[in-house]
């Protein structure tokens, strides 16, 4: 099966790599000429029965004369972005570009076009796309939802350019519709003028590198009852300090070194003559944790992205309260990121989130392990799962069972059946099956 896939995949890229030049050399009258001329070319081939080779020998003089005129364009641009640090999936990321005009002659008529990294997977990347899909959908079937192409960051758009005078500048707005999370390459700009039969347009290339990072989409969440309330929290002085509650000091002692500085009990020091600081005993605030299962053998999967989406969603929730949040999961290695207030803030979680892949060579007891080692320091668990199989059903299992307050929700595919709460089944409202497509929907109606 494999050489037929080749196959499959270089005609992908060959005919996607002509539409993509295609569709930024011609304008859209040239598109028509160009179609019109193929037609033509394979219709007219029969002379003695039509006409239409001579409307063949028309469109090619066209398009020839627009090829020629198009070559007189030797202008040279320098230019620089102006861009956020952040953009968001789904939404409109804006930024201004400043042109200037290196030559001693007024430039008019130019569209701005942004180049970007080849979008374009290897054939492995391909390949396990097509087969994900193959199981995806049964022999025969129509998919009734159209799934977006997994691989495009970004819509591409043109820019109008305002008059620009010898050795003049010039600013112009442009905004793209991020698709996708990650980094956005880009790696230049492009200059297009038309020919005078505005069919055919010549080019001036600009190079101009940069990147832009694509945080995950977010649901627009309700007030939510997270669960867990304060806990104790060894070691955690300075901490809670500044997001919890320590209790009154049980004791004054000698300085230590290391001791914060804060914490001196300076009466004390001026009536003893040395270093006297204040000692707590307990420390109390509230710790959530953020579970994400990345575990699927689909590289593309759609239930990951919608995953990470919800994640991020109750991240930028959850930071915005007097707590803290440990977001967990697998990577190439098990990872544990703390944010809330006092240390991280939420738009760095929100970039490790735009990084997350897809986990597929190690077994779902990596996650389990991680999640129940880090237990006993947390008030509550959110977890936002992919599946609701066995192993999944083990770790809620075991975390209800160490007492520590749990709420699941659960990614499905559109017409999935009803799920059973399982290990929830007496607390059925701390159990949620979001479907993809209704997801923001199904979030705003939980409480």
């Not at 930024?24 to 003695?48: H, P, Q």
């Not at 597929?360 to 996650?367: I, S, V, Y």
């Not at 977890?383 to 999944?392: A, G, I, K, N, S």
């Amino acid at each position: 099966m494999k050489p037929i896939y080749k196959v499959f995949y270089l005609s992908y890229r060959t005919g996607s790599g002509l539409w993509y030049r295609a569709r930024r050399r011609f304008t859209l009258a040239g598109l028509c000429v160009a179609v019109g001329l193929l037609v033509a070319g394979v219709v007219g081939v029969d002379m003695e029965n039509n006409v239409l080779y001579q409307e063949f020998a028309l469109l090619l003089a066209l398009l020839i004369s627009a090829f020629a005129t198009g070559r007189f364009f030797r202008a040279t641009f320098s230019a620089t972005r102006v861009m956020p640090r952040f953009g968001t999936a789904g939404e409109p990321l804006a930024y201004r570009v400043r042109l200037k005009n290196l030559t001693g002659r007024p430039q008019t008529g130019l569209t701005l076009l942004e180049d970007f990294a080849d979008p374009r997977p290897t054939f492995a990347d391909w390949l396990a796309f097509q087969l994900a899909e193959n199981k995806r959908l049964r022999p025969f079937q129509i998919s009734r939802r159209r799934r977006n192409n997994p691989f495009r960051q970004v819509n591409p758009v043109e820019s109008p350019v305002p008059p620009l005078a010898p050795r003049g500048e010039t600013e112009v707005s442009v905004e793209l519709l991020p698709l996708r999370r990650g980094i956005l390459h880009f790696t230049g700009l492009t200059l297009a003028r038309p020919d005078p039969l505005n069919l055919f347009r010549a080019f001036s290339r600009i190079s101009a590198p940069q990147t832009v990072l694509v945080l995950p989409k977010r649901y627009g969440m309700p007030p939510f009852a997270l669960p867990g309330t304060m806990k104790y929290q060894q070691g955690g002085v300075a901490l809670a300090a500044n997001v919890g509650r320590s209790e009154e000091f049980v004791s004054l002692r000698d300085y230590r070194r290391g001791d914060p500085v804060r914490h001196i009990h300076w009466r004390s020091w001026a009536k003893a003559g040395r270093p006297i600081v204040k000692e707590f005993e307990d420390e109390f605030f509230v710790r959530h944790a953020l579970v994400l299962d990345t575990f699927t053998d689909e590289p593309h999967s759609e239930t990951l992205e919608e995953a990470v989406s919800v994640a991020a969603s109750f991240a930028c929730t959850v930071l915005t309260q007097e707590s803290l949040l440990d977001l967990l999961f697998v990577g190439a290695e098990s990872y544990c990121f703390t944010a809330g207030r006092g240390l991280a803030r939420a738009d760095r979680m929100l970039e490790i989130l735009a990084s997350v892949r897809a986990c597929g060579d190690k077994p779902f007891t990596t996650l389990e392990h991680l999640v129940i080692t880090h237990a006993s320091m947390v008030s509550g668990c959110i977890c936002v799962l992919q599946q609701w199989d066995e192993p999944r059903k083990k770790l809620v299992e075991k975390l209800v069972a160490l007492r520590v307050p749990v709420r699941v929700f659960v990614i499905v595919s559109p017409g999935k059946p009803e799920l059973d709460a399982g290990p929830l089944r007496e607390e059925p409202e701390k159990f949620h099956v979001l479907e993809v497509g209704k997801i923001g929907e199904q979030l705003a109606g939980r409480s």
